[in-house]
């Protein structure tokens, strides 16, 4: 069984710059969502897409978008980077639409904005 | 609001003492809540749900909604447990995980 992927690990942008981010999940899910975390911080809530729609979102603003391929493997994208957007951006993926809780989350991708 | 609160950024024990990482949750609704884990240099990972009222590598974790927490303990921590634990509400209808900030445990030999 193949476990959450994530690409780039690591990756510097400077402000105003564009960044995507790629996940591909689990084999076997067909719900990805996509958190942000901050240094010191709790993984925060963006969205989750299942079969190809968003199906929920977080605080975020619009410039946060996201995609999800008919494979299931999915893309964050971020356009106008801030500087606090520095953050580990990490990947889950998850059987069936309704959320059990049970994420299995990918290793992440650490985006630094100078 | 709902939010979940992990007091403790850091807890140090010996091997073989006592372990309660705290958690307290806010949510008006009924609560679903889980411990996530991360061991270093590996991926976070689902622990324990309180609906499962199981008990994973010896830690268990009981939901009191008068006190609106779920601590997670084990009598007797090892080495292994060294980790970074998180708290996490799942919000209704949402399909949304809600973390803490987490609490690190060092536990020495």
């Known amino acids: 069984e193949t476990g959450v992927t994530q690409s780039p690990t690591h990756l510097i942008k400077t402000r105003g710059q564009q960044v995507t981010l790629r996940c591909s999940s689990q084999?076997?899910?067909?719900?990805v969502s996509w958190y942000q975390q901050a240094l010191g911080q709790g993984p925060q809530f963006i969205f989750q897409y299942y079969r190809e729609e968003e199906n929920g979102r977080g605080n975020f603003p619009p410039r946060f978008s996201g995609l999800q391929f008919p494979n299931y493997s999915s893309e964050l994208n971020v356009n106008a980077l801030e500087l606090d957007d520095s953050a580990l951006y990490l990947c889950?993926?998850?059987?069936?639409?309704?959320?059990?809780?049970?994420?299995?989350f990918g290793e992440g991708s650490r985006l630094t904005v100078l | 609001a709902q939010r979940v609160t992990q007091p403790e950024k850091l807890l140090s024990v010996f091997k073989g003492a006592p372990v309660e990482l705290k958690c307290n949750y806010s949510?008006?609704?009924?609560?679903?809540l889980f411990w996530y884990v991360q061991y270093s240099r590996q991926r976070l990972q689902l622990l324990l749900r309180h609906i499962s009222r199981e008990s994973i590598k010896g830690f268990t974790a009981d939901l009191n909604k008068g006190e609106t927490s779920f601590h997670l303990k084990k009598p007797f921590a090892q080495e292994e447990d060294s980790a970074m634990y998180y708290c996490a509400l799942l919000k209704y209808n949402t399909d949304k995980l809600i973390f803490g900030t987490g609490t690190r445990l060092q536990v020495f030999p």
């Open positions: 889950a993926s998850s059987r069936g639409q309704g959320n059990t809780g049970e994420l299995f």
């Open positions: 084999s076997g899910h067909n719900t």
């Open positions: 949510y008006s609704g009924s609560p679903e």
